[in-house]
């Protein structure tokens, strides 16, 4: 009797399965870890890239609503560093957060019984710093115009490089002229 099709036998024995050597899975798992380290380094400054830019671009959006709201209302709004998220705090530095408030007073602290809180930031994530050379605080006017401050740049770069006011590779700055706009100055 003749079968055909898969139950038919074939007439070569079968070969014994091989997998892999315990010598072979380990050279495998020492190249995978000599790649690993050699990609951590790229991988640690693309995340650090990465935060710069969200943290510039958060900064930028609020300066723009800052902007936007004094000239919509008609009264002078400021951007200040804050701790609390209801004051501003009496530094120049921004990691601990910031709020953008209306300031009829043009004082550039917030009180809290007669001026509107519009935004409030939370603080940047640790080993992160963000300073202002300047003035601990940004105001516009009505029309849009910074008050009492001209030309001033906020940087923002992690703990373990210097930030100044040129830009450099680990840094990235808020630069904004007399008339009040705003731009993004990145090494890359």
Not at 51 to 75: C, H, M, P, W
Not at 80 to 85: A, E, F, L, R, W
Not at 88 to 96: E, I, L, M, R
């Amino acid at each position: 009797m003749k079968f055909y099709g898969p139950l038919r036998r074939s007439p070569q024995p079968l070969r014994r399965l091989r997998g892999f050597t315990l010598v072979e899975l380990m050279v495998v798992v020492a190249i995978a870890a000599i790649l690993a380290l050699m990609a951590a380094p790229s991988f640690t400054e693309t995340i650090n890239r990465t935060r710069r830019k969200t943290y510039s671009n958060q900064l930028f959006e609020d300066l723009a609503v800052a902007r936007n709201e004094a000239i919509k209302r008609g009264v002078p709004v400021t951007v200040c560093p804050s701790t609390d998220g209801e004051s501003c705090a009496d530094n120049d530095s921004w990691v601990t957060g910031w709020i953008v408030f209306v300031d009829v007073a043009t004082t550039g602290e917030r009180d809290a019984s007669t001026e509107a809180l519009l935004k409030f930031h939370e603080p940047l994530a640790s080993g992160w710093t963000a300073t202002k050379n300047g003035a601990n605080y940004v105001t516009y006017g009505p029309l849009g115009i910074p008050l009492g401050v001209s030309n001033f740049t906020l940087a923002i770069c992690p703990t373990s490089a210097a930030c100044t006011d040129e830009t450099d590779a680990n840094q990235t700055n808020l630069v904004m002229n007399t008339l009040g706009r705003v731009r993004i100055d990145s090494y890359n």
